[in-house]
């Protein structure tokens, strides 16, 4: 079968090689692709940045967000059978340490993730754990049901807050995340979608796109912009989906008194903020989320894509035969997409 494996620990560094097939074990199943779809983390192992460079073991096929259909199943399978249409949590949880017996499976101790510390799916098939393979809708196209990965994100994220129905809430990063967490948001009923880009015009266009109620870039005061919107008291949840430490302070000079700050993205610098005045004395609730909740998050999810409301279709900017899957990394490193899908 073909794989785009990374063979060699510098930028790029892929190959589309021909590699054999693999075989499930008794607790698995094997996967036909149909579509799979580019994610940050798949970036950072292309570019090989220092993260890559600590957890990643060359050669590794990766890639974790996928659409496929089940070709075969091991022994012990009997939550999906062939012929399902599915997709995969790639967080590998145990099921027996003390954060998955009280329902916490996104916060395994013992957690591992195919596509990073185990083979992924950019190739034709691959044999993955029957207990993180989700059943699809066969009614929902492959190139939405790919992302539910990073829609996952955007869900847990936006409902951290809980009914954001009739809400004001602000969306820091216009990335492929930012970007879905402001369609949820929409769906959900949100009364203002603010956007927070940066410089990046092609991705604060596709926020407008998208229906953002209001967007913003480098040089605006934020949090005059979001009092300003809400009769002075701001926003009642913002969502921080950059990894900038600045965000951060964004996030707080925009949020309300009792309201919430959800941080989703990951950051590589220690961020300085005043604990008395900006969370005590604003009983701010800052919330950190990470990856989605299993099967919660999932469930929401395809609620979501069952009622038609999201904007996928403006967030999926390219499409690329798998074949050519180097171009759609070089695209994703411009930062002129949103989430880029591959068809098999």
Same mark, same amino acid.
């Given at each position: ?9 510098? =930028? ?33 192992? $292309? ?14 096929? $990766? ?9 075969? /199943? +091991? ?5 999906? &059978? ?9 967080? %590998? ?50 190139? =939405? ?12 994220? /936006?409902?951290?807050?809980? !009914? ?28 203002? /979608? ?7 015009? $092609? ?7 998208? +229906?953002?109620? /209001?967007?913003?870039?480098? +040089?605006?005061?934020?949090? &005059? ?12 949840? %913002? =969502? ?12 707080? !000079?925009? %949020? ?14 220690? %961020? ?17 989320? =990470?990856?989605? &909740? ?51």
């Amino acid at each position: 079968m073909k794989a785009a494996v990374k063979v060699r620990p510098e =930028y790029g560094g892929t190959e589309v090689r021909d590699v054999p097939t693999p075989q499930p074990g008794p607790d698995d199943a094997l996967i036909k692709m149909d579509a799979a779809s580019i994610c940050g983390t798949d970036m950072h192992i $292309y570019e090989w940045d220092a993260w890559a460079q600590k957890n990643i073991d060359v050669p590794r096929i $990766y890639g974790h967000e996928f659409a496929g259909t089940v070709v075969e /199943v +091991g022994k012990n399978v009997d939550s999906v &059978k062939v012929g399902d249409k599915v997709s995969g949590e790639c967080h %590998v949880y145990c099921g027996h340490c003390p954060q998955c017996m009280r329902g916490n499976m996104h916060i395994c101790m013992n957690m591992s993730a195919f596509g990073v510390s185990s083979e992924g799916i950019f190739c034709e098939y691959q044999a993955l754990p029957a207990q993180n393979l989700w059943v699809n809708d066969p009614t929902i196209p492959a190139k =939405y049901t790919t992302l539910q990965d990073p829609l996952g994100n955007a869900v847990h994220t /936006v409902f951290s807050a809980g !009914d954001i129905t009739g809400k004001n809430v602000a969306v820091l990063g216009c990335g492929p995340i930012g970007l879905l967490a402001i369609t949820v948001a929409k769906a959900a009923g949100a009364a203002q /979608v603010v956007a927070v880009g940066h410089t990046n015009e $092609y991705r604060i266009n596709l926020a407008k796109k998208l +229906g953002a109620d /209001v967007v913003l870039k480098k +040089g605006d005061d934020f949090g &005059k912009v979001a009092r300003d919107l809400t009769d002075g008291l701001g926003m009642d949840a %913002v =969502y921080e989906i950059t990894g900038n430490p600045n965000a951060v302070l964004t996030g707080l !000079d925009m %949020v309300r008194g009792g309201g919430t700050l959800a941080l989703l993205g990951i950051f590589n610098d220690p %961020v300085t903020i005043n604990l008395t005045d900006d969370i005590v004395f604003k009983c701010v609730d800052m919330k950190g989320i =990470y990856g989605r &909740k299993i099967w919660d998050t999932w469930f929401t999810s395809t609620g979501l894509l069952k009622s038609g409301k999201l904007d996928l279709d403006t967030i999926i900017t390219h499409t690329f035969k798998f074949d050519d899957i180097l171009e759609g990394m070089e695209v994703m490193a411009s930062g002129n997409s949103g989430k880029i899908v591959l068809t098999f």
